[in-house]
């Protein structure tokens, strides 16, 4: 069974309800109010309507009692006070209205000298109860022409800051004037109308703090918070949705017999579940962040939570920086998606990360018209409007990959120093936002923050690079220094060797040993230390050095197959070092595949390139870590790798004017392609 609830127990909670509204409502506003030309009068009046909706709280059996309806003239008195000032600020009140009031007054003091009150309205009273009631009437029909003559009054411009006033100071007023109308007509106050007075009253508390916060002169320090805002307007919401879901389940179990209590639970299970579906849409939450900042503030954002936001989510020293970033940027515009492009080497801009969604696998170059325009004019560039009609971007083309791009609704530029070091494009939002002039200037500058962010940590790994490269010279330095002593003893026990034969088999056999000793020393040694000098590069026949490596590789398991070959393919390079990229791909492709796998091996012709391809049906590797590791030195996942071999072989055959692409999927295998530019034997004549 539901408890019963008194009339008196529901009045008593309703008038709790507005004495705790006006309440808050004056402690927001004491703070430096006095100060203001109407602060004092307006916290005066919020003041004293808690105080009247306390008493009758707690006399709430006794609507009629003397002490409750002092306090209620002085709540409209200072109601009406209140009123006068906005009103008559700049100059007098017109003398009809004036001498009402005068006269009106007169009447509530001589109302009140004759000890009306104690015949209480509810119980049919006499001419007293009667007369206090007229007087309630009379109060309500000021208040509510008031209102309206500073709403009349008002210009257009200015009525953006007061109309929420006028709606809950009216409002109190038209509610006394509907209670007091209807004891009037009936000579007694109706139990139901009193009851439901003070909830009235707590709502009409809102709307006079957004009114108290648009008006400085009101109360400057009132500033209502966009988040707590926001949360109270979810938890508003929430709480009126299951209160009428709750009020139908009720009404279920009520008229459905044997059904009702299985109704009931139902219908409230089947009600949190929805609401809270609602609460955990961020569509719904990106809906209600941009009504309430549309609709209650002048800005579009709260620039300092913002900025603390959007800081805290850069300078954390983690990983993953550039989805990061994405993040950030897009948190400002609502977006549920995006990606992050990058200038890399060969003056190109690669995807560098996606946040919930795939990088696309396309480059755009630098010098594109795209980019120009971007570096050129730094703007925030609105896709959907550059594929519809082009304006404002003139004859600008769109670029192939952002075309097929359906979805991105935003390009905001990465700028650092005045040049585009990067762009950001941005999915369509969750709810629908303006992209005016306030939304662009802070997408600016929060790209121009993120770039400084992510070149600092680029500049940062780069030079740990560098000190890891320092590291493995100086211990190169090392090893050359010992292997020098060491082919000079082997050398000496060499020479000496021969000269002391005692078993010529035996000696002749220690020396075919010694001198291949020396020689894989030589070629260490050789491999090693550079000193400086840049390797001879000449024509080679790219077929040979590809067999000589699959020749070395003939006893792994699997062992590479070559598929196709394509003879008479000419390329310029180290043929030594070209060898060894080719031997440490294969490695790769064997240490990554089962014994039961396939790797197979191809040399084909593509136009003016020469392209070895090489397949394994391994492991395979993930988009992220091609992306973030496969090409990163120093950074291995085999527990003896020193993690360069990749690094250094991309780095020579694009010293050689070619490129190493990957292509590789999870579970399925890996393809490693190097291209390489034909050498042209008539061009090398002339």
Same mark, same amino acid.
């Given at each position: 069974m539901?408890?019963?609830?008194?009339?008196?127990?529901?009045?008593?909670?309703?008038?709790?309800?507005?004495?705790?509204?006006?309440?808050?409502?004056?402690?927001?506003?004491?703070?430096?109010?006095?100060?203001?030309?109407?602060?004092?009068?307006?916290?005066?009046?919020?003041?004293?309507?808690?105080?009247?909706?306390?008493?009758?709280?707690?006399?709430?059996?006794?609507?009629?009692?003397?002490?409750?309806?002092?306090?209620?003239?002085?709540?409209?008195?200072?109601?009406?006070?209140?009123?006068?000032?906005?009103?008559?600020?700049?100059?007098?009140?017109?003398?009809?209205?004036?001498?009402?009031?005068?006269?009106?007054? =007169?009447?509530?003091?001589?109302?009140?000298?004759?000890?009306?009150?104690?015949?209480?309205?509810? &119980?049919g009273?006499?001419?007293?109860?009667?007369?206090?009631?007229?007087?309630?009437v009379?109060?309500?029909?000021?208040?509510?022409?008031l209102?309206?003559?500073?709403?009349?009054n008002t210009p257009? /411009?200015?009525?953006?800051?007061?109309?929420?006033?006028?709606l809950?100071?009216?409002?109190?007023?038209?509610?006394d004037?509907?209670?007091y109308?209807?004891?009037?007509? @009936?000579?007694?106050?109706?139990?139901?109308?009193?009851?439901?007075?003070?909830? $009235?009253?707590?709502?009409?508390?809102?709307?006079?703090?957004?009114?108290a916060?648009?008006?400085?002169?009101?109360?400057?320090?009132?500033?209502?918070? +966009?988040?707590?805002? @926001?949360?109270?307007?979810?938890?508003?919401?929430?709480?009126?949705?299951?209160l009428?879901?709750?009020?139908?389940?009720?009404?279920? +179990?009520?008229?459905?017999?044997?059904?009702?209590p299985?109704?009931?639970?139902?219908?409230?299970?089947?009600?949190?579940?929805?609401?809270?579906? $609602?609460?955990?849409?961020? #569509?719904?939450?990106?809906?209600?962040?941009?009504?309430?900042?549309?609709?209650?503030?002048?800005?579009?954002?709260?620039?300092?939570?913002?900025?603390?936001?959007?800081?805290? #989510?850069?300078?954390?020293?983690?990983?993953?920086?550039a989805?990061?970033?994405?993040?950030?940027?897009?948190?400002?515009?609502?977006?549920?998606?995006?990606?992050?492009?990058?200038? +890399?080497?060969?003056?190109r801009?690669?995807?560098?990360?996606?946040?919930?969604?795939?990088?696309?696998?396309?480059?755009?170059?630098a010098?594109?018209?795209?980019?120009?325009?971007?570096?050129?004019?730094?703007? =925030?560039?609105?896709?959907?409007?550059?594929?519809?009609?082009?304006?404002?971007?003139?004859?600008?083309?769109?670029?192939d990959?952002?075309?097929?791009?359906?979805?991105?609704?935003?390009? =905001?530029?990465?700028?650092?120093?005045?040049?585009?070091?990067?762009?950001?494009?941005?999915?369509?939002p969750?709810?629908?936002?303006?992209?005016?002039?306030?939304?662009?200037?802070?997408?600016?500058?929060?790209?121009?923050?993120?770039?400084?962010?992510?070149?600092?940590?680029?500049?940062?790994?780069?030079?740990?690079?560098?000190?890891?490269?320092?590291?493995?010279?100086?211990?190169?330095?090392?090893?050359?220094?010992?292997?020098?002593?060491?082919?000079?003893?082997?050398?000496?026990?060499?020479?000496?060797?021969?000269?002391?034969?005692?078993?010529?088999?035996?000696?002749?056999?220690?020396?075919?040993?010694l001198?291949?000793?020396?020689?894989k020393?030589?070629?260490?040694?050789?491999?090693?230390?550079?000193d400086?000098?840049?390797?001879?590069?000449?024509?080679?026949?790219?077929?040979?050095?590809?067999?000589?490596?699959?020749?070395?590789?003939?006893?792994?398991?699997?062992?590479?197959? *070559?598929?196709?070959?394509?003879?008479?393919?000419t390329?310029?390079?180290?043929?030594?070092r *070209?060898?060894?990229?080719?031997?440490?791909?294969?490695?790769?492709? /064997?240490?990554?595949?089962p014994?039961?796998?396939?790797?197979?091996?191809?040399?084909?012709?593509?136009?003016?390139?020469?392209?070895v391809?090489?397949?394994?049906?391994?492991?395979?590797?993930?988009?992220?870590?091609?992306? &973030?590791?496969?090409?990163?030195?120093?950074?291995?996942?085999?527990?003896?790798?020193?993690?360069?071999?990749?690094?250094?072989?991309?780095?020579?055959?694009?010293?050689?004017?070619?490129?190493?692409?990957?292509?590789?999927?999870?579970?399925?295998?890996?393809?490693?392609?190097?291209?390489?530019?034909?050498?042209?034997?008539?061009?090398?004549?002339?």
């Amino acid at each position: 069974m539901l408890p019963r609830w008194a009339p008196s127990d529901v009045a008593a909670f309703s008038y709790g309800s507005a004495g705790v509204a006006f309440l808050i409502l004056f402690l927001l506003l004491l703070q430096k109010s006095k100060s203001r030309r109407h602060g004092a009068a307006l916290g005066c009046a919020c003041l004293l309507t808690a105080a009247w909706a306390g008493a009758a709280a707690l006399g709430a059996a006794r609507p009629a009692a003397p002490a409750l309806q002092w306090l209620e003239l002085l709540r409209t008195g200072a109601w009406l006070l209140f009123l006068q000032r906005l009103l008559y600020q700049e100059r007098r009140m017109p003398a009809g209205l004036l001498a009402g009031a005068v006269v009106l007054a =007169v009447a509530v003091v001589a109302g009140m000298g004759a000890q009306f009150w104690p015949a209480a309205p509810e &119980e049919g009273g006499g001419r007293g109860a009667m007369l206090a009631i007229i007087i309630h009437v009379s109060l309500a029909v000021l208040g509510m022409l008031l209102v309206e003559h500073l709403y009349r009054n008002t210009p257009p /411009v200015g009525r953006w800051g007061i109309k929420f006033a006028c709606l809950g100071i009216g409002g109190l007023f038209a509610y006394d004037f509907y209670l007091y109308s209807d004891a009037l007509l @009936f000579r007694h106050i109706n139990s139901e109308i009193w009851a439901a007075r003070g909830i $009235v009253t707590a709502l009409c508390a809102p709307l006079i703090g957004i009114a108290a916060a648009r008006n400085r002169a009101w109360a400057p320090e009132l500033m209502l918070s +966009r988040q707590i805002l @926001f949360r109270s307007a979810a938890l508003l919401g929430s709480a009126t949705y299951l209160l009428a879901m709750a009020s139908s389940a009720y009404y279920l +179990r009520y008229i459905g017999g044997v059904w009702g209590p299985l109704m009931q639970l139902a219908c409230l299970f089947g009600a949190a579940l929805l609401l809270a579906g $609602v609460l955990f849409s961020g #569509a719904m939450r990106a809906s209600l962040k941009v009504q309430i900042n549309k609709h209650f503030y002048r800005g579009s954002f709260d620039y300092r939570q913002e900025w603390l936001r959007f800081t805290r #989510a850069l300078a954390d020293d983690g990983p993953a920086l550039a989805e990061r970033a994405i993040q950030a940027v897009a948190a400002l515009v609502e977006s549920p998606a995006g990606t992050l492009w990058i200038r +890399r080497e060969r003056e190109r801009f690669e995807p560098a990360a996606g946040w919930n969604q795939a990088a696309p696998a396309a480059v755009e170059d630098a010098g594109s018209a795209f980019c120009q325009f971007l570096e050129a004019r730094q703007w =925030v560039m609105d896709v959907g409007a550059w594929r519809q009609s082009r304006q404002p971007y003139g004859q600008l083309p769109l670029p192939d990959w952002l075309a097929a791009m359906a979805q991105v609704w935003l390009v =905001v530029p990465l700028i650092l120093h005045g040049r585009l070091f990067g762009f950001v494009t941005l999915d369509q939002p969750r709810t629908r936002i303006a992209l005016n002039w306030e939304v662009t200037d802070v997408l600016k500058i929060a790209g121009s923050q993120a770039a400084g962010y992510l070149a600092h940590r680029e500049s940062a790994d780069s030079l740990a690079v560098a000190r890891q490269f320092e590291s493995f010279n100086r211990m190169s330095a090392f090893i050359v220094h010992d292997l020098k002593n060491l082919v000079s003893q082997l050398s000496l026990l060499l020479s000496n060797a021969a000269r002391h034969q005692g078993n010529p088999e035996f000696e002749q056999d220690m020396l075919a040993t010694l001198a291949h000793s020396v020689d894989k020393m030589k070629l260490l040694l050789h491999k090693l230390h550079r000193d400086g000098r840049q390797e001879q590069d000449g024509p080679q026949p790219l077929d040979q050095l590809l067999l000589r490596a699959l020749q070395a590789h003939a006893d792994r398991a699997p062992p590479p197959v *070559l598929a196709s070959c394509t003879a008479g393919l000419t390329v310029r390079a180290d043929g030594s070092r *070209l060898e060894r990229v080719l031997g440490h791909l294969l490695q790769n492709a /064997v240490d990554a595949t089962p014994a039961g796998g396939a790797i197979t091996v191809r040399l084909l012709r593509v136009g003016q390139a020469a392209v070895v391809e090489l397949a394994d049906t391994g492991h395979g590797m993930s988009e992220q870590f091609i992306r &973030e590791r496969l090409f990163q030195p120093f950074d291995s996942t085999k527990p003896a790798g020193m993690g360069i071999g990749v690094f250094e072989s991309r780095e020579y055959v694009r010293d050689l004017g070619g490129e190493l692409e990957v292509a590789s999927t999870p579970g399925m295998g890996s393809t490693f392609r190097v291209v390489l530019p034909l050498y042209q034997q008539a061009a090398a004549a002339a």
